[in-house]
């Protein structure tokens, strides 16, 4: 899959299997790839339109026929781009129409209410983007859903623009690549978490005579906003006592365990920074 800028608008334009799934999946896997086929053919048209416009716009061809998508290209040095971009539209519109055909099947198999692919504007790119990053969003949750070992209380910290960026970025055509985008939500949302740490603990050492919590959910209504307890439960305090005898470069906490050992870091995190790390037994205080 690749991630593609045109205009200024970034188009997701990619491939996703449904193979494996069940119809709800399969449905919504495909409706998934139809609006993906939307925004790479809304790409390809608009490249069509900017060098038609180009050519139209060159001296001495101010009698030059519009390009049209029937006509042939005149001679001359692009005109083997405007074959190829008018190849790749007709390849795309009927990739288009079969997965249509393949999405309205699939959606009347499982007799969703509602079901079929989102209406978008075709032409308009910024639209079609928001439309496939939002469906492939709701599908990682779906997967996220169905493998409960993968999922960690820190996640609900994750934002809207985390998720995006784990969805442009990421892949999962194959096993292992579905691990590693979940790796990759698991990565940013803990991070958030030791971001909004260090301010976290500075309020509980200011209203608790400046020591630190016996107990590390004590510190949850410190948070802006508060935050589970679960979350804090998946740490351990390695440090004790007045805040203030604790050296600058010390850590506070350190993540108890991992969901996924094979893709993880260990988080141990302090009142400025974190350290991502390999997985290790909790120090003695």
Known sequence: MTIRELGGVVLVVGLISGAGFLQTRKARGLEVELLETRAALAAQAEELETLRQSRES???RAGVAPVASGSAPSAGSDASEVMRLRSQVARLTQKLAELSRGANAASAATSTPGAGTPAVDGTNGAGLLDAVVGARITQLRDRLSQNPTQ????IAM???EDWKDVVKNGTW???EEMLEAFKALRTRSKTRFAT????AMRRYAAN???NLPGD???TAPYFDPPIDPAILSR???????PLQNVPPNQYLIQENTVADPQHDAQFSIGLSGYLQGAIRGIPRR
Do not use: H, K, R, V
């Open 216 to 218: 590390l959910s004590q």
């Open 173 to 175: 055509d194959s096993q």
């Open 196 to 199: 909004a740490f260090g301010p």
């Open 235 to 241: 740490y351990t305090m390695l440090q004790s006592g």
């Open 208 to 210: 608790n005579g400046g």
């Open 151 to 154: 999922m960690i209380p820190e």
């Open 158 to 160: 994750a934002t809207e």
């Open 58 to 60: 060159q001296p001495g």
